[in-house]
């Protein structure tokens, strides 16, 4: 195999490199590890996982053609690599966009730096609004009322928000049941809860592609995962058509939850534990507490 004889005889020559290596060099082939470990826990959760696969076998069968030294094939493969690249990037466009909002989404300065940058949490829920929600979801859930709630957190949802009906009430069980209630003005759509209040209703929100979500699944539970796909946001599910409550985060989907288990994934997702949070450290060394 005269490919892997080059590699090894480049290798070989350039054996003087090797015994010149820096911590530079070192640095640079730990964000090399990182960035193809990264690259792979996400190809792992999109359809590019399928892909590598594919392109796994077709590689172990260009090997085996190297080694029978099926020359016809290898040039085949060498004037269609170029075209595979861009028919790659076409394919996985839908994927390489989500990944790239995902790290627009991270502030990843602030996990390096000590920096406080939330100074003021406005959205912050109260223990009395996660029960409230717990409450109304149940009992819509009793006479198989179909809701959609969206729950905003870091990401803002304010273009979602604008193709709705303005409501700024306070989160109240009597008002999330009365808005989806059947033959209401307000009933169609999602709401959209910021911090202790329903902003808007009758939202409109993006449908998920994702091909894994389960075929009986309605629009409505579809497009609870679609905005979880592309925000931060908690979305709660009522079927109309089983009742069942569903929760949706981070382009999951978590079915069929009684009350509790709905409190659960709120305060989890949420980090609400219904005590006051505890102080925290910003640059100077003070605690918000003691400001």
Request: proline share 2%.
């Amino acid at each position: 195999m005269q490919w892997i004889d080059k590699v090894i005889d480049s290798l070989k020559n350039s054996g003087t490199y090797f015994t010149k290596m820096d911590m530079g060099d070192l640095v640079e082939i730990l964000i090399i590890a990182l960035l193809l470990y990264y690259i792979l826990v996400w190809m792992k959760t999109t359809r590019a996982w399928s892909l590598l696969k594919g392109m796994i076998v077709i590689c172990a069968f260009l090997l085996l053609a190297d080694f029978c030294e099926m020359t016809t094939i290898l040039w085949m493969a060498q004037n269609v690599l170029s075209f595979a690249v861009m028919a790659l990037i076409v394919v996985l466009q839908p994927e390489l966009r989500n990944a790239l909002e995902q790290l627009g989404k991270k502030s990843l300065l602030s996990t390096v730096l000590p920096f406080d940058t939330n100074k003021k949490n406005e959205s912050a829920f109260s223990e009395k609004t996660i029960n409230e929600i717990t409450k109304a979801c149940v009992e819509m859930g009793k006479v198989k009322t179909g809701a959609l709630i969206v729950i905003e957190q870091k990401v803002s949802l304010k273009e979602y928000e604008r193709t709705g009906i303005d409501v700024d009430g306070i989160v109240s069980s009597q008002l999330l049941i009365n808005i989806f209630e059947h033959n209401t003005p307000l009933h169609d759509g999602a709401v959209l809860i910021r911090g202790n209040r329903v902003v808007s209703a009758t939202c409109y929100l993006p449908l998920s592609d994702n091909l894994g979500l389960s075929k009986e699944l309605g629009t409505r539970h579809r497009a609870g995962v679609g905005i979880s796909e592309a925000s931060d946001s908690l979305t709660i599910i009522v079927s109309e058509e089983t009742g069942n409550i569903s929760v949706a985060y981070e382009g999951k989907l978590t079915r069929n939850l009684n009350a509790e288990g709905l409190r659960s994934q709120m305060h989890r997702i949420l980090n609400k534990t219904g005590e006051e949070p505890k102080s925290r450290r910003i640059w100077k060394g003070r605690s918000r507490a003691k400001k």
